[in-house]
């Protein structure tokens, strides 16, 4: 499977917007970029997935860079509850679909 | 409360006994899913279930564990002879069926497992 490297921890002000990178050189062209966050003492959650275009939701921005070869996941305007560590997967369509986690990007956001 | 849940959310058991956990999905999720967490790492795949058909095993997954999903609906997951090194943090996902670009898993809270 294709791996993907992300920074280990960033720090971000309240308030100020946060730009998440994830670099994934060797992504084919069937797989899907998946980001999920996991709050402390939680469970991941969906974040946001892309292939090819930039995608909105009312929790992120993905934006993915013309080759496929690097992401950034961006969160418009950081709040103390988005403290988390956050994973870029490259999730390929087979048959189970699981997902393979690294080691992520722990956000620490100061007030 | 109709997200996915976890029982218990902790066991603290003795090096070489067994143990269960259960996962309860969405109801409607035919996809099921089990990972597992150590301290400081993100999670790994240890199985999943399509209904009640077990259809990957990790090599993760030794013969000490065994999962199963009767009817499609719960799940359970079992430790026999803990070690050590099963301590853990024990997530359970579900999902619908449906390629890589869909089928989003939503996570329980974990069942954190401490062998001593």
């Known amino acids: 499977d294709a791996k993907t490297t992300q920074p280990n921890s960033m720090e971000s002000n309240e308030e100020e917007p946060v730009h998440l990178p994830c670099n994934h050189s060797t992504i084919s062209g069937t797989d899907y970029i998946h980001w999920y966050r996991q709050l402390p003492s939680q469970g991941p959650e969906y974040v946001i997935h892309g292939l090819t275009s930039n995608v909105n939701n009312r929790m992120a921005s993905l934006a993915i860079a013309e080759d496929r070869k690097s992401s950034t996941l961006i969160l418009h305007r950081a709040t103390l509850r988005d403290a988390a560590v956050y994973y870029c997967?490259?999730?390929?369509?087979?048959?189970?679909?699981?997902?393979?986690f690294g080691g992520g990007t722990r956000l620490m956001v100061k007030p | 409360d109709t997200g996915v849940s976890q029982d218990p959310r902790h066991k603290i058991t003795k090096r070489g006994q067994n143990v269960t956990f259960r996962c309860d999905p969405i109801?409607?999720?035919?996809?099921l899913y089990w990972y597992r967490q150590t301290l400081g790492q993100g999670p790994e795949f240890l199985t999943y279930f399509q209904n009640e058909a077990q259809l990957e095993k990790s090599r993760l997954l030794s013969d000490r564990f065994s999962a199963e999903r009767p009817k499609g609906s719960f799940s359970t997951l079992e430790i026999q002879r803990t070690e050590q090194g099963d301590s853990a943090m024990y997530l359970c996902?579900?999902?619908?069926?449906?390629?890589?670009?869909?089928?989003?898993?939503?996570f329980g809270p974990g069942t954190r497992l401490t062998v001593l």
């Open positions: 997967i490259l999730r390929r369509d087979n048959a189970g679909n699981m997902l393979t």
């Open positions: 109801s409607e999720h035919n996809r």
């Open positions: 996902a579900s999902s619908l069926a449906g390629g890589a670009g869909v089928g989003e898993q939503f």
